[in-house]
């Protein structure tokens, strides 16, 4: 029984042969593979570091929000006397 085999299956397997297998999944270029490298970690990266930016903005923006609630009702008990409450004009 005859085995027909082609060229290129032989280049193939004679390629596959050269590399060991753990090391046919890098690129073959260095640029490649600093891209990758850079998809991998450097945008996850940046985009933590975006989500972390501003988060920190919105606590620091609520945090002087609520220092101005707090002193404005300081203020309302010191000149009127009535714990910050508000008048209301019900009838």
Known sequence: MAVAVSVGALEENAF????????MALPPDLI???????????????LFSIVLLYTG?????AEQYLEELE????????????????????Q
Not at 35 to 45: E, K, N, Q, R, W
Not at 77 to 82: C, I, N, S, T
């Open 57 to 61: 903005y919105v606590r620091y923006d």
């Open 32 to 46: 490649t593979l600093l891209a990758a490298l850079f998809m991998l970690f450097g945008v996850p990266l940046i």
């Open 16 to 23: 596959n042969r050269s590399a060991p297998s753990h090391l």
């Open 71 to 90: 002193a404005e009702a300081e203020e309302g008990v010191d000149e009127h006397g009535d714990e910050g409450v508000a008048e209301s004009n019900d």
